[in-house]
C-alpha cells in the first residue's frame, strides 16, 4: 500500500501562485504515471498534469503554459507549479500514481478568488 499526501492548497487571489507538493511513502521511480487531478463542485474529476514513464507530461489545455508538474525522485515528491491562477482554477486537487496498483491523495483545496 501507498500513501500520497498532498499540502500546498489555499485560498490565493487571481493571478497569483500556489505550489503543490504530494509526498509517496515509499519510491516513486517504479510508477509509470505520476501527476495530478481536480475536481470542481458539481464537475467530474479531471486530468490537470500527468507524467508518463517519468518523461512525457500531458497538461490539460486550460493549464498549458500556467501549471508545471515536476518530481523529486530522492524525496519521493512531485510537484504542482500553478501560475496566474484564475477562478475557474478552484477545485480539490488530487495526487494520482500508477504502478501495478492505482492510488490517490486526500486532496488539497485550492480556491482562487479577491
Known amino acids: 500500500q501507498v500513501q500520497l499526501v498532498e499540502s500546498g492548497g489555499g485560498l490565493v487571489q487571481p493571478g497569483g501562485s500556489l505550489r503543490l507538493s504530494c509526498a509517496a511513502s515509499r519510491s516513486i521511480s517504479n510508477f509509470y504515471a505520476m501527476g495530478w487531478y481536480r475536481q470542481a463542485p458539481g464537475k467530474q474529476r479531471e486530468l490537470v498534469a500527468l507524467?508518463?514513464?517519468?518523461?512525457?507530461?500531458n497538461y490539460a489545455d486550460s493549464v498549458k503554459g500556467r501549471f508545471s508538474a515536476s518530481r523529486d525522485n530522492a524525496k519521493n515528491t512531485v510537484y504542482l507549479q500553478m501560475n496566474s491562477l484564475k477562478p475557474e482554477d478552484t477545485a480539490v486537487y488530487y495526487c494520482?500514481?500508477?504502478?501495478?496498483?492505482?492510488?490517490w491523495g486526500q486532496g488539497t483545496q485550492v480556491t482562487v478568488s479577491s
Open positions: 494520482h500514481a500508477r504502478g501495478v496498483a492505482v492510488y
Open positions: 507524467t508518463t514513464s517519468g518523461v512525457r507530461t
